[in-house]
């Protein structure tokens, strides 16, 4: 309905007169004069009738509104994930979620805050979950791992309360997970503060104490698992379990042959226990026994020949010992029972790899698509590119996968430098890693590969430069702390200080091949050759590894012993002849 018409004229039309009156229309003008609008009545007795009343300009509905709201926070969101701008993106999400009752959403918005580490936007957002979705479990466990990361310890344990509750699993499935959840955590004295006030409950369920004392393990408080578990045993003593993580704390506590003995001792009581016995065997396997261990998993498997996870251990103990004949052969049967298929054509790719089998390497390898080892296994199909000499074809490959995480795009950049060092093409590798450092400030990753790359070229200044700055953040690092010693012991004359540094490495991993032949390297150049001798052979032992034997022959020809120093030299030749630390070794010494 039209209400009035507004005519424009050429001409302007003069100011009323207030003291005359009204003239006449002007009856020439060729637009006619609106009738009137007759009034609406409102019909007598009808008192629910509403008066129309019409809006020139009607407003939008709020609803409409609130949607293009949530659709611009979404696509904001997004873009500032892309853009990696995670602050952003947080921000955006947070008002999304005021917006929306999606749970899909609510949800995502919980999760990269989370990752984003903004702790207060977490809990807001993961409340909102939990009210969305009161039957589920998993906004609680947000919930929990958020407020011990604000150091709220009290709501952490409530909210794992909750958790726990609403799982609806028993104690011996739910209590593990529980330990799985925050042993992840930095803040380890936190973690083990709220894994110690909710178990308190249950300080008479088996399930509990072992689950406590495997977490007590996991942080080091070796003396505190062992009171757990010792209490987990006396209420389930036939526990294989239980009985198998004492062992293992014995040998934390350096008391292994007592952990060993004592397993031994409970196989040869109960010599038809399956479980005791595959406890032994995994117990060997931790202690690096691994002819005996490979003695046990053997029986076990004449018992029962189908049993894939007897024979996936004898896989996996057979490719650590490098028999990769037998390893191949325990995979393959792996892979006819349909069982751990993924993984078993990762190991066949990893054999056939070793082999130099490049071919059917990558056949096997590109078979896992999918599943926890699918990444590693396209960045080693990149590196057997590689390797064949495909080095832009590699490259491409790994241009190829988009990364989803920032871990996973370090990893890319380390393949991609690893492949052009391999190719002889240390320069361009340093340049691949000098362009990741600039998106990923001061990484301790690709830090070190710098430094090692760096190494190669005879740049020390840039390799102690890169090293220390890893230390001065990070001063445990035990990697960057040998890599700093060894390079000082082998390339410079500052012997005490290289010392001091592979001291402190050796101190944090006492048993890593690699820093032991550090310590045994700086002791030689001190002058120290017995005690540098008894290094090398201890880490050669660990790691059959062609460089560690190099050492080893040097050390042993300098100090008259040449004869023996020729057998190590000829054993490090059938480790692998084309090592450069040996053949620079035999090349001085004239062998």
């Known amino acids: 309905m039209v209400l009035g018409l507004v005519v424009s004229c050429n001409k302007t039309s003069p100011a009323p007169d207030k003291d005359k009156k009204k003239s006449k229309p002007d009856t020439t003008t060729s637009v006619p004069e609106p009738e009137p609008v007759p009034a609406i009545k409102r019909p007598a007795g009808d008192e629910k009738f509403a008066q129309v009343r019409i809006r020139r300009n009607p407003p939008v509905a709020k609803k409409y509104k609130d949607q293009a709201n949530l659709m611009f926070h979404v696509m904001a969101a997004e873009i500032s994930m892309r853009r990696r701008d995670l602050k952003s993106a947080v921000q955006h999400y947070m008002e999304a979620v005021k917006l929306s009752s999606d749970v899909t959403l609510v949800k995502r918005a919980s999760r ?28 609680h466990r947000y919930l929990a791992i958020l407020y011990l990361r604000k150091k709220d310890l009290d709501a952490s344990v409530t909210e794992l309360n909750k958790y726990h509750s609403l799982l609806r699993t028993p104690n011996k499935m739910a209590f593990p997970m529980i330990v799985t959840l925050l ?9 083990f503060e709220v894994m110690r006030r909710f178990y308190q409950q249950y300080k008479d369920d088996p399930y509990a104490l072992y ?14 698992a062992s009171r757990y578990i010792n209490a987990a045993i006396e209420k389930k003593p036939d526990w294989a379990d239980a009985l198998l993580l004492r062992a293992r704390l014995l040998v934390l506590q350096k008391q292994k042959e007592k952990a060993i003995g004592d397993m031994r001792r409970l196989v040869q009581a109960n010599p038809h226990s399956r479980q005791l016995r595959i406890s032994y065997a995994r117990l060997l396997t931790e202690a690096r026994q691994y002819d005996e261990a490979q003695k046990q998993f053997k029986i076990l498997l004449q018992r029962k020949p189908d049993d894939t996870n ?26 006819k029972a349909g069982s751990r298929v993924l993984e078993a054509q990762y190991y066949l790719g990893i054999i056939a790899e070793k082999r130099k089998r490049y071919d059917t ?67 361009d590798g340093m340049e691949v890693i000098k362009n990741a450092l600039q998106t990923n400030k001061d990484n301790p990753k690709l830090l070190y590969a710098h430094a090692m790359l760096a190494e190669k070229l005879g740049r020390l200044d840039i390799v102690e430069r890169d090293l220390k700055k890893i230390l001065a953040k990070h001063p445990r690092h035990a990697q960057a702390l040998n890599a700093l010693g060894y390079t000082l012991a082998d390339r410079t004359d500052r012997f005490q200080e290289a010392y001091k540094y592979i001291k402190k490495a050796l101190e944090l991993s006492p048993n890593q091949a690699a820093i032991i032949d550090s310590m045994g390297w700086v002791l030689y150049r001190l002058g120290k050759h017995k005690e540098a001798v ?58």
């Open 183 to 191: 042993r992840q955590e930095p803040d380890k004295e936190s973690a």
């Open 112 to 139: 990269i805050a989370l990752y984003a580490k903004d702790i207060d936007a977490g809990i807001l957002a993961s409340k909102r979950w939990a009210e969305l979705e009161p039957q589920k479990s998993e906004p």
């Open 534 to 591: 008894k290094y090398l052979r201890r880490a050669l032992k660990l790691d059959q590894n062609a460089e560690i034997a190099a050492h080893l022959g040097e050390v042993l020809w300098v100090s008259g012993e040449k004869e023996e120093a020729r057998k190590v030299w000829l054993r490090a030749k059938r480790i692998d002849k084309n090592n450069e630390v040996l053949k620079a070794t035999l090349k001085r010494f004239k062998q």
């Open 310 to 335: 007897v024979i996936y251990a004898l896989a996996l103990l057979s490719l650590e010992k490098k028999n990769y004949i037998a390893a191949d052969k325990y995979f393959k049967k792996m892979l």
């Open 361 to 427: 390497a990558i056949a096997r390898l590109s078979k896992v698509r999918h599943g926890d080892r699918s990444i590693d296994a396209h960045l080693r199909i990149a590196t057997i590119m590689g390797r064949k000499g495909d080095v832009e074809a590699a490259r491409r490959f790994l241009y190829q996968l988009k990364p989803r995480t920032r871990q996973l795009e370090v990893q890319l950049f380390l393949t991609e430098a690893d492949i052009l060092h391999n190719a002889n093409r240390t320069k």
């Open 211 to 224: 689950a406590i004392s495997l977490f007590a393990m996991y942080v080091k408080k070796y003396p505190e």
